[in-house]
Structure formats: C-alpha cells, structure tokens
C-alpha cells in the first residue's frame, strides 16, 4: 500500500526553524571557541608581561644593592681621611665637592619653581589631542632654560635631574630616571631666581611658547627649596677614566 507524503506549510515551517536552529548552534559553537582562544592569549601575554615586571624589579634590586654598597665605601673612605693629615683633607673636600657637582648630595637654597600642566584650550580638532598635551620636549626646553640661566640643582616631581637622567614621554606619563610621572609637572630648580625667572618669563620665551597653546604654566621664585640626592644607579659600562694627562685632544685617533 503507497502512502503519499504531502509537504503542507506546518512542516516547511518546522524545516525552515530547524535549520536556523542548527545555524545558530553551529555559530554559538565558533563564538566559544574564539572568545577562548582569545581568552588564552590574554592570558599568556598578561604571564609574559609578569615575568617582564618581575625581571625589572630583580634589577632594580640588585642595582640598589651596587648603590647602596658604593655610598657606604665612599662614607667609609670619608671617615679615614679626616682622620689623617691636610691633605686627606683637601682630598676630602674635593670629594665632597664631586659629590655636589653629581648630584650625589641633597641640597637646599632659593630658586624657582615650574608648575606645567596640559592645555585648557578647547580641541577642535580631535586627530591634533596630542598637541594639547605637555610632552618630554616641553619639560626638556623650561630645564635647558633654567640650566642657561644658572640652575645649579634642578628636580622634577621630586626626582633629581642628573647627567644621566632620562626625560621621555611614557604613554600618557613622563618617564624620569625611570620612574614615571603624570601632571601635573613641578619642576623645581636652585639658583639665582631674579635670573631664572627672567629667563622664562621672557619675551618670545618658553614660556611663551607654551601659553599660547593654552598650556597651564605657573612661575614663581621661591626662597628655600630642597632637593634630594639622586638615589639612581650609575654604572659606567663604556667610559673610563682616560690615560692621557694632557690638554691635547684627539680626533677620529688624528
């Protein structure tokens, strides 16, 4: 006996539901697998960047150690020559005066003091944000201009500005001595402030220069100011102390 099937609309309507249940399954199936997979990615690149702190942090450790072993032989060298003659005086003196020039000494006196901060400008222009935002090179012209004009000890949110001393921009902080900093920026600097002040404060100056792009910049003399001794590592992989004892200079081995 041949029974006919008929299709009737309730069952096309059945298929058509299967299906795109099977459908979506199939794509709930691949979301799981991808939002995993991403998952496990983050979570090795959040391992990795882990090890890299650790790593740095075991380095600034260990470098801390070097510092603290060379401040404790210098005080120990100090010690034993003030207890001879003049002249381990006189050497000590000299130390004592390298250690200033170093910025291995904290240190107090008058001077000025830098507040920046970014531009208070209303942005027009979503693509140019960075040009209202205080960047390294900002910082690095108002410290060249006060070094010009006589600073003898300059810090920057506290961290003292050496000759070794990085000043880069970090994402949205600056880096300093490998620290980093975020606005707002206080420069501090010792030295003659009538000076220093006028030297900022002048006409087509830095300061100047920043104000009219809106930045937020404060300038005012202080008389006592302290700044700390640099607490850094300075480790010299490269220069040593020359042989030649002469004021001849050579260039290119010439």
Known sequence: MNIK????????SIGIVCLLLA??????IKSVNVINKNGNTD?????????????????????NKQLLLAKQEIDSFKEEAAKTSGYSQTLTTQLQRAELLAGLTAVEGSGVQVVLNDSTAVNNL?????????????ILQVINELRDAGAEAIALNGERIVSTSEIRCA????????????????????GDPVNMENALLM???????L?????????????SIKINAYTGPLNYKYAVPSKITTNTQTNGGQ
Do not use: C, W
Request: aromatic content about 10%; glycine content about 4%.
């Open 171 to 190: 994402g949205a902080t600056v880096s300093v001595n490998n620290n980093r900093y975020s606005i707002p920026y206080v420069i501090t600097a010792i």
């Open 126 to 138: 979503p693509e140019n944000a960075n040009a209202y935002v205080i960047h390294d090179m900002d």
């Open 211 to 223: 104000t009219f792009y809106g930045f937020d910049v404060e300038v005012k003399k202080v008389n």
């Open 5 to 12: 099937k008929h299709f009737t609309p309730a069952h096309i």
């Open 203 to 209: 006409r087509n100056g830095v300061v100047d220069s």
């Open 23 to 28: 459908f979506f399954v199939t794509m709930q």
């Open 43 to 63: 979570k090795l690149r959040a391992e990795n960047l882990a090890m890299e702190l650790k790593n740095e942090q075991e380095k600034n450790i260990e470098l």
